[in-house]
């Protein structure tokens, strides 16, 4: 067949995920949506409060009713919806900690059923990479955890219950991110390992949320040569078609990570590799994270219409393509129809949510040690690790906040290499310390700044809010993931107190 020019630019408008900037939506996304544009997705800078979310996606909504509208939310460290106070979720990790898919299905309910309320219909979560390497610079919290078969289960439990809540879920980063200690935003990750290897580990969550009914699947930028020795996985039919496809059996949305990243990018060009990634069978090219304007995503859709016209990109893969992005409004549509009006929009906090964080506490003590509760203000010092793109630095994090609130009078410092003083306890005045620290295990600097920092206060309190590899200290809290959940309930078992902030109530049908 052959399109005429407006229906290819249509088609091509129909499998892009554009991002934009501002609280509003542009005029160029109003139009867009009026010519085909199908999705977009919003990211922390497009969120203010869930007043603000509600009316962004009306307004979409006004232009084309069935408009797909995702967003990042993982629940954990990375939040989009919760950016500016820390997510009131534990996330994967802490989750996996726990390992009750129960509760992990409960609490992605309750996220479903939030977003849904907000006017969302496709989160790209959840995470279901295998943490197995420790130094990974970019998941590490993120994933359930480094046992491939916890991952599995778990995976399948967030499918059923984001979806029961009436959001399509999105497992990523296919065919998994974990094994790496490079971050693809910045560079190609490589997946060393066979593919015996690959079939026990990485892939078994990916199979457990294609059995879950995931109805989309995002790919990683990730050069895995068991699989494809030459192309990175968002570009290869190998591992897009032959795998994902045909052996895994997966009918539904193949969304590309952000084609910007320079994993990518770098190597195959910005447009290059949104026209190689439909080729290789991608349905969806999400973009949007750093480049954001109209001119961006004109960029992309021009160089799929003239692929087409060079037969470069088959008209029939496109329009593949586009059915099943249209399949998947299909499905958004139908799972708002099929609940209940939500009377009123969530509240800033989750109850469940901190539950789940609460359970996921780990305390390792020494024998003798008697330092908890704290009953008088404390000291508290947070070393803080450079953040990634993935994560984000408007979000807040530590337990310094949720502390002072339990004990009026509570000081914070917070260090960064190459910041940190000779002794970081040394304001501390005799009151208790505690030591904050996310990943230790990962940073040289840091193990040296607790290590000076124990030597003066051994009575110090030591707190990891990310993956606990390393437990050092006389006593060690593991929260397993720096949310705002995971905060409040550290510093609730250091007081042996509930947190007042952490009791409203909750608007539910």
Request: glycine letters at 10%; aromatic letters at 4%.
């Amino acid at each position: 067949m052959s399109l005429p020019a407006g229906h290819l630019a249509a088609l091509a408008a129909a499998v892009l995920q554009p991002g934009f900037v501002g609280t509003t939506a542009p005029p160029w996304i109003r139009r867009w949506l009026g010519e085909g544009l199908g999705s977009v997705v919003l990211f922390a800078r497009n969120v203010v409060d869930h007043e603000q979310v509600a009316a962004l996606t009306a307004a979409l909504r006004a232009e084309r009713p069935d408009v797909i509208v995702a967003i990042d939310e993982e629940a954990g460290d990375v939040t989009r919806i919760e950016s500016g106070r820390g997510s009131s979720r534990p996330g994967n990790l802490a989750l996996g900690a726990v390992d009750d898919p129960e509760l992990t299905e409960e609490v992605a309910r309750d996220l479903g059923a939030d977003l849904a309320s907000l006017g969302v219909t496709l989160d790209y979560a959840p995470d279901a990479d295998v943490n197995s390497n420790p130094a990974n610079p970019v998941i590490g919290v993120r994933s359930f955890g480094a046992d491939p078969e916890l991952v599995a289960r778990h995976t399948a439990a967030w499918v059923r219950g984001l979806q029961a809540g009436g959001v399509a879920a999105c497992a990523k980063h296919f065919p998994g991110h974990g094994d790496t200690q490079v971050d693809s935003h910045h560079d190609l990750p490589l997946i060393s390992g066979g593919r015996a290897q690959l079939e026990a580990v990485e892939l078994a969550p990916f199979r457990a949320a294609v059995a879950a009914g995931v109805q989309a699947v995002m790919t990683g930028h990730l050069l895995v040569p068991a699989l494809d020795p030459q192309l990175p996985a968002t570009l290869s039919s190998r591992i897009l078609g032959g795998l994902l496809r045909d052996e895994l059996g997966f009918s539904g949305v193949v969304v590309t990570d952000a084609v910007e990243m320079r994993a990518v990018a770098d190597r195959y060009g910005y447009a290059g590799a949104a026209v190689r990634a439909l080729v290789a069978g991608a349905d969806a090219i999400c973009i949007g994270g750093e480049r954001a304007g109209e001119e961006d995503a004109r960029e992309l859709r021009d160089a799929i219409v003239a692929a087409v016209v060079s037969g470069e990109l088959p008209e029939e893969r496109l329009a593949e393509a586009a059915k099943r992005v249209g399949q998947l409004t299909e499905w958004s549509v139908a799972a708002r129809a099929g609940r209940p009006a939500r009377r009123g929009l969530p509240v800033d906090a989750s109850p469940i949510g901190l539950a789940a964080a609460r359970r996921a506490l780990r305390i390792t003590t020494r024998i003798g040690a008697d330092v908890l509760p704290l009953t008088r203000a404390a000291y508290v010092v947070e070393f803080e690790p450079p953040r990634n793109i993935a994560i984000g630095a408007e979000t807040p994090w530590g337990i310094g906040a949720p502390l002072s609130e339990l004990l009026p009078g509570t000081t914070t410092r917070r260090y960064a290499q190459p910041d940190v003083p000779v002794d970081p306890t040394a304001g501390a005045d005799g009151r208790p310390v505690v030591l904050v620290v996310r990943d230790l295990h990962r940073h040289d600097w840091m193990r040296d700044a607790v290590r000076r920092s124990l030597a003066a206060r051994p009575d110090a309190v030591v707190v990891e809010l990310g993956v606990p590899t390393l437990v050092t200290g006389t006593v060690h809290v593991a929260t397993h993931g720096a949310t705002r959940a995971a905060g409040q309930a550290a510093a609730e078992l250091l007081t042996n107190r509930t947190t007042r902030s952490n009791t409203p109530g909750r608007s539910r049908c």
